[in-house]
């Protein structure tokens, strides 16, 4: 199949080019040729392990109210999809440091956009702001400094997902969007569909895969040290320069290559590594896939998103940033920062969950579910040993995750 690159610059808040999409086809020698370069999985972005696997793939750019320019990657339905005129759009947004590779890394019929694809829906990925995909600003020029990184995931929410939504509706004509968040994806869900309510009538439905608004009861290593050391790190981090948290570049993929390949003997280690923050679950990984998943992960992020949620691990709420109580009073007019109403959330919320979750813990997906404006159903994934990654790499993904998301849409949410 031929690789379709759309380049298509919007114009959501900021005008950034033509209003006329630039549309390019490639050849069948450019696709072959473009196959050729790519030489792993570990290296090759979203589009070509799209293209490489036999799907249509589309790059859009979309630009938000405060000057970030997202790209956002396309995979439309199938040819050998069910046949309709009008395809359900579907949005899937990544978890903490992830991007739009969680959802295509594991391969056709394992990974859920070409499951989603294959099911005849029209599949967005969205990357936030601060991924490699997302890095770049109608202003702001120097993409590795404390300007560009002033953010966290309340601007992913607030800003980030209203525009991919406008503009995936406006793309295909559609009035609503399926909209499945992971982990991240979830937090920034509901931040949106709190504070902008209007964008609740624009959801069809909400999948909530391991939902994080809550985290008191958090077992993950990673977010519990931050916890504990949350202000010396905060003032180390700026000290040393480093807005972004673990950045992804050639020489953590480089690591990932050599001692996550499947015929390394460092092969475990990194598998330990990863369930120390997620949850143990060996059986349900293929550690053949730890190179590709470390060469894509982590994809970016900003100090302040991991510390935003390490805040809430002490506080127990589901609230702002919190700053020193004079800039509270400035921002948010209190000395406190004020918590997100979860009640807002109208639109309909289906909450998967699991018990050996160390990010997203049973009392805390249960206690936010209560609070939601329209909540449908908790649906406990029926596997003992699922963690926070299974969502997007466990082996059984599909039988308990995908397939139970699209039965759900098929039975209740289908015009």
């Given amino acids: 199949m031929k690789l379709l690159l759309i380049l298509v610059v919007a114009s959501v808040g900021f005008a950034i080019a033509d209003d006329d999409a630039e549309e390019k086809v490639w050849t069948e020698d450019e696709v072959e040729a473009l196959k050729a370069s790519v030489t792993s999985d570990v290296y090759a972005t979203v589009p070509e392990l799209i293209a490489q696997n036999g799907y249509t793939a589309e790059i859009h750019y979309v630009t938000t109210e405060d000057g970030y320019i997202l790209q956002m990657h396309r995979i439309p339905a199938t040819p050998t999809s069910p046949a309709s005129d009008d395809k359900p759009v579907v949005l899937l947004m990544h978890a903490l440091l992830g991007s739009a590779a ?3 890394i594991m391969g056709p019929e394992k990974g859920f956009a070409y499951i989603l694809a294959d099911a005849g829906y029209d599949v967005w990925l969205g990357n936030a702001r601060g991924t490699k995909y997302s890095r770049n600003h109608t202003t702001l020029t120097d993409f590795t400094g404390p300007d560009f990184w002033y953010f966290d995931w309340h601007e992913i929410g607030y800003y980030d997902q209203p525009a991919m939504i406008d503009y995936a509706l406006e793309v295909t004509g559609q009035e609503k969007v399926i909209f499945i968040g992971h982990s991240q994806g979830t937090t920034t869900f509901y931040v949106m569909a709190s504070l902008r309510p209007e964008y609740n009538d624009k959801i069809k439905v909400m999948f909530s895969l391991a939902p994080i608004a809550y985290v008191s009861h958090c077992k993950s290593v990673l977010l519990q040290f931050v916890d504990q050391f949350e202000y010396g790190l905060s003032h180390l981090l700026k000290l040393i320069g480093a807005y972004e948290f673990l950045p992804n570049g050639s020489f953590l993929t480089k690591i990932g290559s050599v001692y996550c390949n499947e015929d390394a003997l460092t092969r475990y280690l990194c ?84 018990t050996n979750d160390y990010f997203s813990a049973v009392e805390d997906v249960e206690k936010h579910y209560t609070e939601l404006g329209n909540p449908i159903e908790m649906y406990r994934v029926p596997y003992k040993k699922w963690n926070h990654v299974d969502y997007l790499w466990g082996i059984t993904a599909k039988e308990f995750v995908y397939d139970p998301v699209i039965s759900r849409i098929k039975a209740n949410y289908s015009d």
């Fill in 102 to 104: 969680d959802w295509v």
């Fill in 271 to 354: 598998s330990n590594v990863l369930f120390l923050i997620t949850g143990f679950d060996i059986s349900n990984l293929n550690q053949t896939m730890l190179s590709a998943i470390f060469g894509h992960t982590p994809a970016g992020a900003s100090t302040r998103q991991i510390l935003h949620y390490a805040q809430l691990i002490r506080s127990g709420k589901f609230g702002y940033y919190d700053q020193d109580w004079i800039s509270n009073l400035f921002n948010y007019g209190s000395i406190e920062a004020p918590d997100y109403n979860l009640t807002a959330v109208t639109a309909p919320v289906h909450v998967f969950y699991s």
